[in-house]
């Protein structure tokens, strides 16, 4: 069974940064492609920017170019989401999703599996 846990959510001001983590079991993390999501009330969920098997990653969503930053640590399986220069239009709950089959969409639809989601909230 797939299990995804982020951590790293919480509130700060616009410009301030945050750090997401998703921990992931070893054969997930090696044979799943991963990514980061995020979902505000009445829309529909968002992909920020995904990585494949094969350490690809995707584009980034327009809106966080430049600010947000994927990583992968191979020691921890865990996959981070360094967040600077947040602004209020980036609160939402984040997401961490995994598959098992080749990926390079920022689609929510292609991806089975889900964690719990972190709340991030910036305020102005």
């Known amino acids: 069974q797939v299990q995804l846990v982020e951590s790293g959510g919480g509130s700060v001001q616009a410009g301030g940064s945050l750090r997401l983590s998703c921990a992931a079991s070893?054969?997930?993390?090696?044979?799943?492609?991963m990514g980061w999501f995020r979902q505000t009330p009445g829309k529909e969920r968002e992909g920020v920017v995904t990585?494949?098997?094969?350490?690809?990653?995707?584009s980034y969503a327009d809106s966080v170019k430049g600010r947000f930053t994927i990583s992968q640590d191979n020691a921890k399986n865990t996959l981070y989401l360094q967040m600077n220069s947040l602004k209020p239009e980036d609160t939402a709950m984040y997401y961490c999703?995994?598959?098992?089959?080749?990926?390079?969409?920022?689609?929510?639809?292609?991806?089975?599996?889900w964690g719990q989601g972190t709340q991030v909230t910036v305020s102005s």
């Open positions: 990585v494949n098997m094969f350490g690809e990653t995707t």
């Open positions: 070893a054969y997930t993390y090696s044979r799943h492609c």
């Open positions: 999703a995994a598959d098992w089959r080749f990926r390079r969409t920022l689609k929510a639809d292609d991806y089975l599996y």
